[in-house]
């Protein structure tokens, strides 16, 4: 009884941190470019174009992503209109659940509360958790799908009457995590798992009937919307989702710079902040002690991790959140980790760690005091910087004392509250940045006067955001560019032959383009026509373009 509510007790816990952490002031900052705003446009579509089958987006049927996100943003924007707190609420849902698996496959792995609890928070205060979580992408649901299939397996592995019951909710957690992100979500957790009980020479756990049950609801539940897909647009949507989106991505990179062996070791270290440190650390003494281990959970986070890695590294498409699917593994390793060396062996490394990690800290405060003075022009209101600079540095000297006298638990609290200290004073200072990374306000003035064109040429990273705040027509402007990895169905302007044929077919333009391309336009437009800028929001230049014989007039 006192066991049930102690896990109560921590679940409460967990679930207020998560909100806090991870949903509150998610609606303070307007959907950015051009991600964000691509996955809103496309289910604002389907409802538009009253279609919850096939995602649509400039008027067309897109097919980058599979239908699950779309799903829940749509049904978001239904019960509370398409702004960004509808927008992010799934997310920030899935990742609190995501949360508690951790804390459920902890209790499982460890049998130790406190382990399960810490691993727990610090999946849930790292940076790419709490970036993800409060982000409109696809990854952070595909990666809790993945962890439920995981947690799914290991509690039928690990209380053997549940077996059965696991292997049909491992398959059924794949298929969500098919119909979030595509093939992965079963190669994945599958590979792991095969991997796992290969290592443990228990094949046998295959057997019984929850297997074979498990691939006919996998097969219920993920294959009818692609059966669906497939009879309804034939080759373009084979040729596109799993030709260009998945197996291009596998043997071209979209992003050449991160084709490179380091890329995922550095990032992953990087996005466990404020836990580096005890990553590495924890990562160190697995690798030291494993062979001396009995417990299995340790070589199934091995798995797990080891698959992933293995398959995103060999992919020549290389981005931070791809191998997000591990970090639950590396969160539980490192909660391990840190309770050992706090409870009775290593001490010194705690502190250690700690001090290292509050020294790192210190380039925040005293970033935003050279943010001040080098780009004022990013820093509308410096007296509030400057505040919060001093907070965060007497901050980080009270967890510096807390460190250094062993005050393990205060200073693993302080930790664990950086970054959503850092993220309060982001939502505040909302106002003096959003037009740095939001198309909103371009989007407005152009809704408020008008728009003096029928299309409106947009430089390629705002055309998502201008056409989801203004759902007018757009043409992208990208003169010499290489174009969408994956196709967007809009005039593509990418020469200036193209754009003097543009300019033609409209007696006025009005564009949103880039500084440099406000600055080159007389040159891109020809003698032919003046321009004017009529506003400026961040960014985001809107301009006006019309023949020279016809006087240049406002918006």
């Given at each position: 009884m006192m066991k049930s509510q102690s896990h109560l007790k921590n679940i409460v816990i967990l679930l207020a941190l998560g909100y806090v952490f991870l949903m509150l002031g998610n609606g303070m900052l307007s959907l950015t470019n051009p991600d964000e705003v691509f996955y809103s446009q496309t289910a604002r579509e389907m409802k538009q174009q009253g279609s919850w089958m096939t995602p649509y987006l400039f008027g067309q049927p897109q097919f980058e992503k599979p239908i699950m996100t779309y799903w829940f943003l749509r049904l978001a924007f239904e019960a509370g209109g398409a702004g960004?707190?509808?927008?992010?609420?799934?997310?920030?849902?899935?990742g609190m659940i995501g949360v508690l698996a951790v804390y459920l496959?902890?209790?499982?792995?460890f049998r130790d509360q406190r382990k399960a609890f810490l691993s727990a928070v610090i999946l849930?205060?790292?940076?790419?958790?709490?970036?993800?979580?409060?982000?409109?992408?696809?990854?952070?649901?595909?990666?809790?799908?993945?962890?439920?299939?995981?947690?799914?397996?290991?509690w039928g592995y690990a209380v053997e009457k549940r077996r059965q019951a696991g292997w049909v909710l491992f398959f059924a957690f794949c298929a969500m995590a098919v119909l979030t992100k595509g093939p992965l979500g079963l190669i994945i957790p599958f590979c792991a798992v095969l991997a796992f009980l290969l290592a443990r020479r228990e094949i046998a756990v295959l057997k019984g009937w929850g297997f074979p049950l498990g691939i006919a609801v996998f097969g219920l539940l993920a294959l009818p919307w692609y059966i669906f897909m497939i009879k309804t647009y034939g080759t373009v949507f084979t040729r596109?989702?799993?030709?260009?989106?998945?197996?291009?991505?596998?043997?071209?990179a979209e992003h050449p710079a991160a084709d490179t062996w380091y890329y995922y070791p550095l990032t992953t270290i990087g996005s466990m902040f404020p836990w580096s440190?005890?990553?590495?650390?924890?990562?160190?003494?697995?690798?030291r002690t494993f062979r001396r281990r009995s417990n299995p959970f340790f070589l199934y986070l091995i798995c797990w991790t080891a698959v992933t890695f293995i398959i995103f590294q060999s992919a020549h498409s290389?981005?931070?959140?791809?191998?997000?699917?591990?970090?639950?593994?590396?969160?539980?390793?490192?909660?391990?980790?840190?309770?050992?060396a706090e409870q009775k062996k290593w001490p010194r490394v705690l502190r250690a760690g700690m001090i290292a990690t509050g020294v790192f800290c210190f380039g925040f405060p005293v970033g935003l005091v050279v943010a001040v003075k080098i780009v004022p022009e990013y820093v509308s209101q410096p007296l509030p910087v400057l505040i919060f600079a001093a907070f965060l540095a007497v901050y980080l000297a009270v967890f510096l004392v807390f460190a250094w006298r062993r005050r393990f638990v205060p200073g693993f609290w302080m930790l664990a509250a950086f970054l959503p200290v850092l993220l309060a004073f982001s939502l505040w200072m909302t106002p003096h940045f959003?037009?740095?990374?939001s198309s909103r306000k371009a989007g407005q003035y152009l809704k408020e006067r008008g728009p003096a064109s029928d299309v409106i040429l947009c430089s390629k990273f705002f055309a998502r955001g201008i056409r989801f705040y203004t759902d007018k027509t757009i043409a992208v402007l990208d003169i010499n560019g290489s174009g969408y990895f994956s196709p967007h169905p809009v005039e593509y302007i990418n020469t200036v032959d193209k754009l003097q044929s543009?300019?033609?077919?409209?007696?006025?333009?009005?564009?949103?383009?880039?500084?440099?391309?406000?600055?080159?336009?007389?040159?891109?437009?020809?003698?032919?026509?003046?321009?004017?800028?009529?506003?400026?929001a961040g960014d985001e230049y809107i301009v006006r373009i019309l023949p020279k014989q016809a006087g240049l007039t406002g918006v």
């Open positions: 960004p707190f509808a927008a992010r609420f799934f997310p920030a849902f899935f496959l902890g209790w499982l792995g849930l205060s790292c940076g790419l958790y709490v970036g993800l979580s409060r982000t409109v992408f696809t990854d952070l649901i595909f990666t809790v799908f993945i962890l439920l299939s995981f947690l799914a397996f290991f596109e989702f799993f030709v260009n989106d998945h197996w291009r991505r596998v043997v071209e440190v005890f990553f590495i650390s924890a990562a160190v003494w697995l690798v290389k981005l931070t959140s791809y191998i997000f699917p591990y970090f639950p593994a590396l969160a539980l390793i490192t909660g391990f980790f840190f309770v050992e959003e037009s740095y990374v543009f300019l033609k077919r409209q007696p006025v333009t009005t564009a949103v383009l880039r500084k440099d391309y406000v600055e080159d336009l007389g040159r891109l437009i020809g003698d032919a026509y003046s321009h004017i800028v009529l506003y400026q």
